[in-house]
């Protein structure tokens, strides 16, 4: 698309559509998912371009440290502490939990748009898009509809390849990993805590029984989770204890 420039960055540049591709922030984006964004921008004519895309494992670490302390009563768990997010901050994942890092087959899935924000949130819907406004507080970071909204939940899914995505990678699909046998889980109730914990939740939440958001999968079995597991239990034929047994992880194909 000759002749239209988009916003590129956090200055003032502006980048021609065609050369976005010099920028390995673009050019390490998923092909199908660059189709549908350069699609958008060429729909809002220069008003939406690109502020981040693909980022390595370094600058994901670098944003989050600069956005978030140690904190014990922190939501997000990470390299064995609690964070939460400095005060006036824009939320980031940890590193190893972003769509911007290459997830499928290297390849980025998710982009920050700058300029018109506003308009990229009205519009994304037809273009295949999806906005994190409200899940994750990012109204400025895109991905494709298909993908779940959180990283969390694709690596609880066995990080399939999207199924529904044209153009699809260059290598076969991975198969889904078997599930971790029942016998290795430990029964759970609330109060409990830990990494066996979020693998429930993460489960529920895989199942409906919870919205997909970071709260939702700290790790920590409170009354929220344990209502969730609740309803879980009811609508497959379990007694709703709220106790998650050998049955439970089964049904939950954990
Ligand atoms: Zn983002």
């Known amino acids: 698309m000759p002749g239209i420039t988009v916003p590129y960055g956090y200055g003032n540049k502006r980048v021609d559509l065609d050369q976005l591709d010099n920028y390995e922030t673009w050019s390490k984006l998923h ?17 939406v371009g690109v502020g981040t895309g693909w980022r390595s494992s ?36 940890p590193p190893g939990m972003s769509f911007h890092e290459g997830v499928n087959n290297g390849m980025a899935m998710a982009i920050d748009v700058v300029g018109d ?25 895109f991905q494709c509809a298909e993908l779940p909204h959180g990283f969390s939940s694709w690596v609880k899914a066995g990080r399939p390849q999207p199924t529904n995505l044209a153009g699809s990678p260059s290598r076969a699909p991975q198969p889904t990993p078997a599930p971790t046998p029942s016998k290795a889980r430990p029964q759970l109730h609330l109060g409990d805590r830990g990494p066996d914990v979020a693998a429930m939740q993460g489960l529920l939440i895989r199942a409906s029984a919870m919205v997909d958001k970071p709260a939702n999968q700290d790790g920590i079995f409170g009354q929220g989770t344990q209502a969730a597991l609740q309803r879980f239990q009811s609508s497959h034929q379990l007694a709703p204890d709220g106790v998650c047994g050998p049955r439970t992880w089964q049904a939950l194909g954990g």
């Open 58 to 93: 370094d600058l994901q670490k670098a944003v989050f440290l600069q956005r978030h302390v140690v904190s014990s009563s922190g939501k997000i768990h990470w390299d064995g502490k609690s964070w939460a997010l400095k005060s006036g901050m824009a939320p980031a994942a």
């Open 31 to 47: 092909p199908e998912f660059k189709r549908r964004v350069k699609a958008m921008f060429v729909a809002a004519n220069g008003h």
């Open 117 to 141: 924000v506003a308009w990229a949130d009205d519009h994304a819907q037809q273009f295949g898009l999806v906005q994190f406004a409200a899940v994750n507080h990012e109204p400025w970071h």
